[in-house]
């Protein structure tokens, strides 16, 4: 009996002490905070604080400054035009809102309903508007150069069109072995560059020459998807001319991929379905791309013992 007293008595005193020990942690936690505080917050305009600031149960507001991290327990952190926080923006069960104001830390904002954690360095969160005009200006700037693309690199372009409708599934393939084998590529040409002293200043320049090449590419496959896209979609329809049929074409393919990227922009607001709407989106563009990529490569490929030939 007396050592099952002892043992209880062993034990509790062990667990009064964890506990203590687990106190002292969270309150030397809590002393980075020159402000805690239970319910809603306001850092008035012009006002400036020493350090953290933290509300439990509430909104902090910040129209003034705050010298360190903004963080809100079961509420949000709202950051207005005129408000700075220096470090970073932090809610916990609530949303961080930059209505204006600057955040130079970290963002991170998890919901009230623990699915939706975005998180940003510097910036604002993702709004349904921001997303939306993003959107839209990706598909501007897409039907521009794909514009661009069919009246001034029409060769190049019809044998990417030729060799995606002939041959898919070797175009994605050789894509995705392409978009692989360009990294130790542009290992190469840095290694080649850096052997000489000459070659050492000019490896920015390969780099960027590299770079705006492969993108060339991959847009320009693309381009190519997005046509046989168009043609599948629209089916075969009269023009006034030739040029104007491939131009509907292209345009019809290019809203199509669009299209999707601008539903998941508009469920922004409804961050599991527009998460679940971006990967579709993104899925997607990549197959298209990667398809692309590869069928310009083999394009390229295949015309070149041709020109050797009549060189010869």
């Excluded at 360190?68 to 207005?80: C, W």
């Excluded at 069919?150 to 894509?175: D, K, M, W």
């Excluded at 995705?176 to 290992?187: D, E, N, R, Y």
Aim: no cysteine.
């Amino acid at each position: 009996m007396k050592n099952i007293v002892l043992g209880l008595t062993l034990l509790l005193t062990a667990t009064a002490v964890h506990d203590a020990h687990a106190q002292r942690v969270r309150l030397s936690g809590l002393k980075r905070y020159s402000q805690v505080q239970t319910g809603d917050l306001t850092i008035p305009a012009g006002a400036s604080t020493s350090g953290s600031v933290m509300v439990i149960r509430g909104n902090l507001d910040v129209y003034g400054n705050v010298d360190g991290a903004a963080t809100a327990v079961l509420g949000d952190v709202i950051v207005h035009e005129s408000g700075r926080v220096r470090g970073g923006a932090v809610a916990l069960g609530g949303h961080v809102r930059n209505e204006g104001g600057s955040i130079l830390g970290v963002i991170k904002d998890v919901g009230a309903t623990h699915n939706r954690s975005t998180v940003s360095f510097g910036g604002r969160p993702r709004t349904t508007i921001g997303s939306l005009v993003a959107a839209f200006l990706w598909l501007a700037v897409l039907l521009l150069v794909g514009t661009f693309v069919l009246f001034f690199l029409r060769e190049y372009f019809t044998r990417a069109v030729e060799v995606v409708t002939n041959e898919t599934g070797r175009s994605l393939l050789t894509g995705v072995l392409g978009g692989i084998a360009s990294i130790p590529a542009l290992i190469a040409i840095v290694v080649a560059l850096a052997i000489t002293i000459i070659g050492a200043f000019l490896i920015p320049v390969g780099v960027a020459a590299f770079l705006v090449a492969v993108s060339g590419i991959a847009i320009l496959g693309f381009l190519a998807v997005a046509q046989v896209a168009g043609i599948a979609i629209a089916g075969k329809r009269q023009a006034e001319t030739p040029a104007g049929q491939e131009l509907q074409y292209l345009y019809t393919g290019i809203l199509a991929f669009s299209g999707m990227w601008i539903v998941a922009a508009a469920f922004t607001w409804f961050p599991v379905l527009g998460s679940i709407l971006r990967m579709l989106a993104f899925s997607v563009t990549f197959v298209a791309v990667a398809t692309g990529f590869g069928a310009v490569l083999l394009s390229w490929w295949r015309t070149r013992p041709k020109k050797n030939a009549v060189t010869a």
